[in-house]
């Protein structure tokens, strides 16, 4: 985390060099922990600005902390949620600076990858941050919507130059592998896995065809489901394994209440929530108590993390 934070300072600096920390301040903090090298560009910051300037810090992908502490939590000590507390510190450190008045130089907080884990063990200190994850005004924020995926497609291909690919048949493949997302139990809209749609367009583009297989993460999702789900106990990881394979969907009465993450193993409504916020599950729309895998990507994760081949999948979770 260190040394991103230095690599983003360094290119603060190049941007807004009357603003950043000097080369040589980096340098003496290379060693020092986040907390501190963040302390000293925000003192550095307040001092330097003199026209009102003011600070918009942007997160991106915060979940690779959540995930190693997952990984701890799974069964490896050594990135277990105790060696996490220099990000405890170095959040800590953003709400000391973080404010409307005049010795505050960050009026604006934005981060991404956010779950339950992160908030109980990361975010502690972060007081002014509210969580916008299930609020429906920001419920297509992460994803494509359909209109949205559709104008990208025209604006990406030429179809007169493929007269065998149809965008019909172009849009119905993304949304059986990659629509479906839903973060927000009274979402209008469901959304597209963005990622994803754009490596699918690219294919198409440089193929000319749909392509014989449809792009999936560069990870192995199955091995990361695996993970999660052993996060649970037993008896509901076999509850969640069995309604998903028999039924695709499951009911978890009290997955949408805001609980924080104690550690430990998940009962069947933490674990079910997790994969409604690790994009795995989303809502069933037979009443915000059931819930189902996502789309194509998601149920060939669930049914390799089972052992089984994805045409072997129920007819429930086929099409």
């Known amino acids: 985390m260190a040394d991103?934070?230095?690599?983003?300072?360094?290119?603060?600096?190049?941007?807004?060099?009357?603003?950043?920390?000097?080369?040589?301040?980096?340098?003496?903090?290379?060693?020092?922990?986040?907390?501190?090298?963040?302390?000293?560009?925000?003192?550095?910051?307040?001092?330097?600005?003199?026209?009102?300037?003011?600070?918009?810090?942007?997160?991106?992908?915060?979940?690779?902390?959540?995930?190693?502490?997952?990984?701890?939590?799974?069964?490896?000590?050594?990135?277990?949620?105790?060696?996490?507390?220099?990000?405890?510190?170095?959040?800590?450190?953003?709400?000391?600076?973080?404010?409307?008045?005049?010795?505050?130089?960050?009026?604006?907080?934005?981060?991404?990858?956010?779950?339950?884990?992160?908030?109980?063990?990361?975010?502690q200190?972060?007081?002014?941050?509210?969580?916008?994850?299930?609020?429906?005004?920001?419920?297509?924020?992460?994803?494509?919507?359909h209109g949205e995926l559709s104008r990208l497609a025209d604006e990406t291909l030429d179809f007169s130059a493929m007269p065998k690919l149809e965008k019909n048949g172009l849009m119905a493949a993304m949304e059986e592998h990659y629509d479906g997302y839903s973060f927000s139990d009274d979402a209008q809209e469901r959304v597209f896995n963005p990622n994803m749609c754009l490596a699918f367009l690219y294919s198409v583009a440089r193929r000319g065809a749909l392509p014989k297989k449809?792009?999936?993460n560069g990870d192995d999702p199955a091995a990361?489901?695996?993970?999660?789900?052993?996060?649970?106990?037993?008896k509901a990881r076999g509850c969640i394994c069995d309604a998903l394979a028999r039924y695709g969907q499951i009911a978890a009465p009290g997955a949408l209440e805001a609980r924080p993450f104690r550690g430990g193993a998940l009962g069947l409504d933490e674990a079910v929530r997790l994969l409604l916020r690790m994009g795995y599950l989303t809502f069933g729309g037979c009443g915000n108590a059931r819930f189902r895998l996502a789309n194509r990507l998601s149920s060939d994760a669930f049914f390799a993390c089972l052992g089984a081949k994805a045409g072997q999948a129920p007819t429930a979770l086929q099409g």
């Open 4 to 123: 991103e934070l230095a690599c983003a300072m360094r290119d603060f600096a190049c941007r807004y060099p009357d603003l950043g920390l000097p080369c040589e301040q980096l340098d003496e903090y290379s060693s020092a922990c986040p907390a501190d090298l963040m302390e000293a560009f925000a003192k550095h910051f307040m001092s330097s600005a003199r026209g009102g300037e003011r600070l918009f810090i942007i997160i991106d992908e915060c979940d690779f902390l959540a995930n190693g502490i997952l990984q701890g939590i799974g069964g490896e000590p050594s990135h277990g949620p105790g060696q996490y507390g220099f990000a405890r510190d170095f959040y800590a450190c953003l709400q000391r600076f973080h404010g409307q008045g005049a010795g505050n130089p960050i009026s604006r907080l934005f981060i991404t990858g956010v779950t339950d884990v992160s908030l109980e063990l990361l975010f």
């Open 224 to 234: 990361r489901l695996s993970a999660l789900l052993n996060l649970a106990d037993p």
């Open 214 to 216: 449809a792009p999936g």
């Open 125 to 145: 200190g972060l007081e002014c941050a509210r969580d916008i994850s299930s609020d429906r005004k920001f419920s297509a924020m992460a994803g494509f919507t």
